[in-house]
């Protein structure tokens, strides 16, 4: 055999092979299409460009996909998390104007710059509430043995209802400045949102790579019941991964709800739990689970952004975005399927070996 | 004791289903004025007759052990292609409707073939395939589209008067020509038996040479007509076809379907059960309109912890179901286990 068969062969192997490849090859696609795409241009001390663009954008989504790949890993599914952010984005709303949940109010005190909570409980409060969600889930599944798609639809269902009661079903728009630094501030000319990311990922990655707890994730993920027999706590170790789930997408929620500045409880963060699932699976996370990677899942939410802000800078109408995430999916998954692992194995091994 | 009441123990999720049911009624019709009209209750399969369609779709689906995410979206993109076909290409809705349905019917075995030659998992397959579905809608319309075809507004206006001044629409007959097919369909035919033995087990239902490919795929194509059906029943109900229509209407169907004693994992189920699982969530949905000072948003939560209950409830079942076969087992440990008590040991 060829040494470049073979180390083709590895590189093709590699876990991170295709959502490499995809994201080179819609980066490739617009270095020769769309005109300025790579630009970047420093205005006010901050950077500017389509690629931070896409970072930014992208930031809950790649919130989400931590969190996903984690109870994805545990071969598990949370479907709640555009509900849950629904609910951070409506908790942190009203707490910092509780008088709009309620009743009308003139226009004048709407739009003054001001909380009636303090900044860290404006944060904390709905991380917690998030947290919560996450932990309600983790015991459905882990402690009251429902399916895990099941479990969370109660909560993708129900959640939705509880945004609304918080903001009594009006669209909440928020105007002080401060909160807006979250999901629209710059720190060092970069988003602050991509600080907020890195430091999640690092953790996540800190605490999946360097501690045992990423093998107990992996091995609850292949064999739940033969990994409770060598001695791991597989029931913590599935409600952990939901409540970190939740917590994510707590922060995303906060992101979002910064980001356009109101809180929306019937939209904000809808099927973003599909996209999620979507740029774990992309990412080469099985969702039968064990095996997982958190850079895939990055990459396939920046591969996710960025087909979606390449589709919008062709002034194509943002709903196309779904079809060409459909056949994306679609793709996606039959790369990874069987079938065709094993018929291009023969094609490429055939063309390798020598008579 | 059980000599008594001999009613077989398979049946008890049905008559809990059946008995929610009666209870939210009862209270119903005692505590509001107007509802004890009939109209009330036919109004029940009015308002929810697309959603009774696809839901018994739903049912056989989830019965096989699978599930499909796709049936709002195909709802929505039935409406969608229905307005555009009559209205912009000015086809007669008589060519019209088969189209639509071919369309779905087509949508969903293609979804089913994926899902079963592919080995990937159905939830990620109908969640493409809802992708796909909402995205043709835009691409056909990003507005909403008025059907005025005169045969459409026929079919709407149609009612078939019954006692008193009550009525019920066309819309609620398609319903129980389905209804009667799909419980044929269930429990007495090979396909149906082969549906449950593919839901129990799809391992030993391949080993006694049951059609378990052609089955699967079957089971979705017959889902993607039922939508399909809902779709066409949906938009003769609004007179116009838009891609927002149906939203989550996906989750309301897996509710029903959960909720009138379906269990999620396959095998065990009724068809009847569903209907009940789709009234019960008129009925909530009624009453609180009825009410009058609850927000509509009480409606989700409701649902959402009713369905909790009833997975709790199935579990519960299944416990005691495993105990009892359990018990036996030991009772006549020498023999043979019997057929199809394979899942004995209670997981770890």
């Known amino acids: 055999m060829k040494p470049t068969t073979s180390l083709l062969k590895d590189l093709r192997h590699h876990s991170l092979f295709w959502p490499v490849v995809a994201l080179l090859l819609i980066m490739l696609f617009n270095l020769l299409f769309t005109p300025g795409f790579f630009r970047l241009e420093i205005k006010d001390g901050h950077l500017f460009g389509s690629l931070v663009d896409i970072l930014n954008r992208g930031a809950p989504l790649m919130l989400l996909a931590i969190g996903m790949t984690m109870v994805i890993a545990t071969a598990g599914v949370d479907l709640s998390v555009g509900a849950i952010i629904a609910i951070a984005g409506a908790a942190a709303a009203v707490l910092i104007n509780p008088a709009l949940g309620r009743e009308l109010v003139t226009s004048d005190k709407l739009i003054e710059d001001v909380t009636q909570t303090p900044l860290w409980l404006v944060i904390l409060i709905p991380l917690i509430a998030a947290t919560v969600c996450g932990l309600w889930n983790g015991i459905l599944v882990s402690r009251a043995n429902i399916q895990p798609m099941v479990a969370t639809l109660v909560l993708m269902v129900a959640g939705r209802g509880i945004a609304q009661l918080i903001t009594n079903g009006q669209i909440i728009t928020i105007y002080y400045s401060p909160y807006f630094y979250i999901g629209g501030g710059y720190l060092f000319g970069l988003p602050f949102s991509l600080y907020i990311v890195a430091a999640v990922f690092l953790f996540a990655w800190y605490i999946s790579r360097k501690t045992s707890v990423g093998l107990f994730v992996e091995s609850v993920g292949t064999n739940a019941s033969s990994s409770f027999y060598s001695g791991i706590n597989e029931k913590n170790v599935k409600l952990l991964a939901y409540i970190f789930c939740g917590f994510c997408a707590g922060i995303a929620g906060l992101l979002i709800s910064s980001n356009v500045k109101s809180a929306d409880a019937n939209n904000a963060g809808l099927w973003s739990e599909l996209d999620a699932i979507l740029a774990v699976v992309i990412g080469g996370t099985l969702m039968s689970g064990g095996r997982f990677s958190l850079v895939g899942s990055i990459l396939g939410a920046l591969i996710i952004q960025s087909m979606t802000t390449t589709i919008y800078a062709f002034g194509v109408p943002p709903e196309v975005v779904l079809v060409v995430k459909a056949l994306v999916v679609l793709a996606v998954v039959l790369l990874y399927s069987e079938l065709v692992k094993v018929s291009m194995d023969k094609l490429f091994e055939q063309k390798g070996v020598q008579p | ?348």
């Open chain 2, 1 to 348: 004791m059980m000599e008594k009441f001999k009613i077989d123990r398979k049946f008890w999720p049905l008559l809990v289903t059946i008995g929610l049911f009666l209870l939210l009624y009862a209270y119903g019709f005692f505590s509001y004025r107007g509802f004890s009209n009939p109209q009330v209750f036919f109004n029940l399969f009015i308002d929810n007759a697309f959603l009774l369609i696809t839901s018994i779709g739903m049912t056989f689906v989830i019965l096989s052990g699978g599930i499909d995410l796709s049936i709002g979206a195909v709802i929505a993109f039935t409406t969608v292609l229905s307005a555009y076909l009559s209205e912009d290409w000015g086809l007669h809705p008589l060519v019209v409707i088969p189209m639509v349905l071919l369309v779905g019917t087509l949508l969903g075995a293609v979804m089913g073939s994926i899902i079963q030659f592919f080995k990937v998992q159905p939830f990620i397959v109908t969640l493409a395939g809802m992708f796909f579905a909402r995205g043709m809608c835009f691409v056909i319309s990003t507005d909403a589209i008025t059907i005025s075809h005169p045969f459409y507004r026929t079919l709407s206006l149609f009612r078939i008067p019954l006692f008193g001044k009550t009525f019920i629409p066309i819309n609620v007959v398609i319903f129980l020509v389905v209804l009667a097919a799909a419980i044929y369909l269930a429990h007495f035919t090979r396909f149906g038996r082969t549906v449950y033995a593919i839901g129990g087990n799809e391992q030993s239902a391949l080993l006694m040479g049951l059609p378990v490919a052609r089955t699967k795929v079957l089971v979705y194509t017959l889902n993607g007509f039922c939508s399909a059906l809902a779709g066409v029943v949906f938009s003769v109900y609004m007179l116009s076809g838009y891609g927002l229509y149906t939203n989550g209407l996906e989750l309301d169907a897996i509710a029903s379907v959960v909720i009138g004693g379906t269990q999620l994992t396959g095998g065990v189920g009724y068809v009847a059960g569903t209907v009940f699982g789709v009234l019960i969530q008129g009925l909530i949905q009624t009453t609180i309109m009825f009410q009058g000072t609850l927000n509509s948003w009480w409606t989700k939560i409701v649902v959402g912890l009713l369905t909790l209950l009833f997975i709790m409830m199935q579990s519960a079942f299944a416990s005691a179901r495993r105990t009892r076969l359990a018990a036996k087992s030991i009772d006549k440990s020498a023999d043979r286990l019997p057929v199809g008590e394979t899942e004995l040991v209670p997981d770890a």
